[in-house]
């Protein structure tokens, strides 16, 4: 392993190019990071507009898998603008990507609903969410390390740190525009046309981005690195076809990047989504807690920065992963018991079975043409919308599906059970109606939230994000030589990310849905947590005090 010794280690303050080269970036990244969040954040609002009426739980997983189309393109993204950046520049390759990226967004503020277009509508969305993640999957590597290689040796993590803000701050300033909106207008009206302004004022957004970034200079390694013509001429096979670069890769992915975006988007939109839909607390408190959540928690990006910088950036984030996947169980359920409290005791006193077939259930991913639910179907999908465990149970003898509802009558206080057979409209309202004479709390009392303790819980996941997230650009930077830097750093985080983690909402929600169980899905963040912890520990060593100018594996 190669030490740094090309930059003398100094207690010196920031230059003034390393402060223009972190402003400039991050900014830019904000605009980057507000784009993509904006769908992902208003899919519960106009994913019906989009989609067949009919099942509103497969038109909310079917914007969730349009939101994660945009995820899974991102490495795709992080290969062509990966191999770009290393051929020809850092700075001119995360310009290309900024364009794309705000003209994508500004696209979505135009989209023909279902009903005026069809199945044109899901199918321009799609492309859309495509673009964005192309995009995205050039952005950040562009990003990381455009300010890692204009920074000292004992600055790196602190530096990159603050690109490491630009994903929370993107989203509190989506939360935010969002917010204004609903605010000023009625929710008939954002429903109506309302949602599309915060997707058309992006493109004032990416002219001050763009004019931003038009003002920075190329990496003076790379400049170096190219006047000596000691680029790579192949990034792609150098980086993922020849060893040890692709076994590096490999570990940047199972043994950090992996476990990194599951806890993030756990922390941030799994916990967000969790207490507007399950929970059924109101869009604008749940802003509210996230919105404060992220004004506590996002000094703490450049705290575990600079920490990484004194003690390495390894062990942070592996502890961040393995503390994260040891709680998020019990957190997730206090978190249920402060937020709405009276639906934490309805499902305590209240017995839930569906007895069907398992062969019977079609669970649809992505709703299209060929989409089919039979009546066990639409039972699980009503139950799911109300935020309720079920168990399920045998099917019954020439029964498609047979639901059973047992609790205390809230009125008279006697034990009563309720029995369905199949579906309709008539056994929809069957089930309403002995959800409500039981006392089911349809949306989650405001004055009974203790939101103390819902801050402190949301702010202990941003903690976990923090640390996952903090060090994580700087690791990456160091792990891979200069003239592969871009290609290589850029895969195994947009996998790790857009993968393992952009699939988390879509993923968890599936997992519930199959089980019956509203904590189910956080079994998908645990066990990735937990692997990313075995194979870090045993497989990478710490990198900070590697030479990123002349190091090699």
């Given at each position: ?13 920031l ?9 400039a970036?991050?900014?830019?990244t ?5 784009d993509f ?8 609002f106009?994913?019906?507009?989009f989609?067949p009426k ?16 945009g ?27 900024i ?5 994508s ?21 799609v492309?859309?969410?495509?673009l ?45 525009v969002?917010m ?5 207008m009625t929710k008939?009206?954002f ?24 003002k ?6 790379f400049t170096?690195?190219k006047a ?9 096979s150098?980086s ?8 590096y ?6 043994g ?22 399950t ?20 000094p703490f990006?450049?705290?575990f ?24 169980f ?6 249920t ?17 569906v007895?069907?077939?398992?062969k019977?259930?079609?669970?649809n991913?992505?709703?299209?043409p ?6 066990l179907?639409r ?24 639901a059973?509802?047992q ?11 309720t029995?369905?057979?199949g ?5 929809e ?8 004479d039981?006392?089911y ?27 996952v997230?903090?060090p994580i650009?700087?690791f990456?930077v ?22 393992f ?6 993923i ?16 998908y ?17 710490e ?5 990123i ?5």
């Amino acid at each position: 392993m190669a030490i740094a010794t090309e930059q003398i280690a100094t207690k010196t303050p920031l230059t003034k190019e390393e402060r223009m080269v972190i402003v400039a970036s991050s900014v830019g990244t904000v605009f980057e990071w507000y784009d993509f969040y904006l769908y992902a954040t208003l899919a519960p609002f106009f994913a019906h507009l989009f989609f067949p009426k009919g099942n509103d739980t497969a038109a909310l997983l079917s914007a969730f898998a349009a939101y994660a189309a945009g995820f899974l393109v991102r490495p795709f993204g992080a290969l062509v603008f990966g191999r770009i950046g290393d051929l020809i520049g850092r700075k001119y390759t995360f310009l290309v990507t900024i364009m794309v990226m705000g003209l994508s967004t500004f696209g979505v503020g135009l989209l023909p609903t279902f009903e005026t277009v069809g199945w044109l509508a899901p199918i321009i969305m799609v492309t859309l969410r495509l673009l964005q993640g192309l995009a995205l999957g050039g952005e950040y590597g562009g990003a990381a390390t455009y300010v890692a290689e204009h920074s000292a040796h004992d600055r790196r993590g602190y530096n990159t740190s603050w690109i490491q803000t630009t994903a929370t701050v993107g989203f509190f300033l989506c939360l935010g525009v969002i917010m204004a909106c609903r605010g000023t207008m009625t929710k008939e009206a954002f429903a109506n046309w309302g949602w599309r302004i915060p997707f058309l004022v992006s493109i004032i957004l990416l002219g001050v981005s763009v004019w931003i970034r038009l003002k920075l200079h190329e990496s003076p390694i790379f400049t170096k690195m190219k006047a000596e013509g000691k680029t790579s001429k192949a990034p792609l096979s150098d980086s993922f076809l020849k060893y040890p670069n692709n076994k590096y890769a490999l570990l940047a992915l199972l043994g950090a990047t992996a476990g990194q975006g599951v806890v993030w988007y756990t922390g941030q939109f799994y916990a967000l989504f969790f207490m507007q839909i399950t929970l059924k607390l109101d869009y604008q408190t749940t802003y509210m807690l996230i919105g404060a959540s992220l004004l506590l928690g996002t000094p703490f990006f450049i705290f575990f920065g600079w920490l990484s910088d004194k003690i390495g950036r390894l062990k942070i984030i592996l502890a961040g992963c393995l503390i994260a996947a040891l709680t998020f169980f019990p957190l997730f359920k206090q978190l249920t018991h402060y937020v709405n409290p009276a639906l934490e005791t309805f499902q305590n006193s209240t017995v839930i079975t569906v007895a069907g077939n398992p062969k019977d259930e079609t669970f649809n991913l992505f709703v299209g043409p060929w989409s089919k639910f039979t009546e066990l179907d639409r039972v699980n999908d009503f139950f799911g919308k109300q935020g309720l465990n079920f168990t399920k149970v045998a099917p019954e003898a020439g029964k498609m599906v047979v639901a059973t509802i047992q609790g205390r009558n809230a009125t008279t206080g006697e034990v009563t059970t309720t029995r369905v057979e199949g579906w309709s409209t008539a056994s929809e309202g069957a089930l309403k109606k002995a959800l409500n004479d039981l006392g089911y709390p349809k949306e989650a009392d405001k004055s009974k939230v203790n939101y103390p303790m819902t801050l402190l819980i949301l702010f202990v996941f941003l903690i976990y994000v923090t640390m996952v997230y903090g060090p994580i650009a700087a690791f990456l930077v160091e792990l891979f030589p200069t003239n592969i830097r871009y290609t290589s750093m850029s895969l195994p985080y947009h996998i790790g990310n857009g993968w393992f983690g952009g699939m988390l909402p879509l993923i968890a929600t599936a997992i519930v849905a199959l089980k019956g169980n509203i904590y189910f899905g956080l079994w998908y963040p645990v066990v990735v947590a937990l692997m990313t912890v075995v194979i870090g520990a045993l497989f990478l060593k710490e990198t900070k005090d590697r030479d990123i100018t002349t190091y090699q594996h």
